[in-house]
Nanobody, 118 residues
């Protein structure tokens, strides 16, 4: 069983929205709740880049290229983290990964493909 399972990707037109989900399927609430969680993305031929971070206190930070368009949130009871993506652009096309740098250091799941195209 994968430790982090991403879902919610798909094909969307420019200007559209998607909501990505990530479930820490093997964590328990007491270990998930204190964990900082990140969303990264990797476009074809490019390096993986940090998109957004949410801490245990729900403090959030965003990359400049998604500021004001994306929102990261978490549901500790269900061990999930979300990425609401609005006003999507073709350059947002990438595989999106959630990452748990303290809970599962070095671990990367399968990711979920987001394609923004008309």
């Amino acid at each position: 069983q994968e430790r982090l399972v991403e879902s919610g990707g798909g094909l969307v037109q420019p200007g559209g929205s998607l909501r990505l989900s990530c479930k820490a399927s093997r964590a328990i609430t007491s270990t998930f709740s204190p964990a900082t969680m990140d969303w990264y993305r990797q476009a074809p031929g490019k390096e993986r880049e940090l998109v957004a971070t949410i801490t245990s206190s729900r403090s959030t930070t965003y990359a400049d290229f998604v500021q004001g368009r994306f929102t990261i949130s978490r549901d500790n009871a269900n061990k999930k983290v979300y990425l609401q993506m609005n006003s999507l652009k073709p350059e947002d096309t990438a595989v999106y990964y959630c990452h748990a740098p303290t809970l599962y250091p070095g671990y990367w799941g399968q990711g979920t493909q987001v394609t923004v195209s008309s």
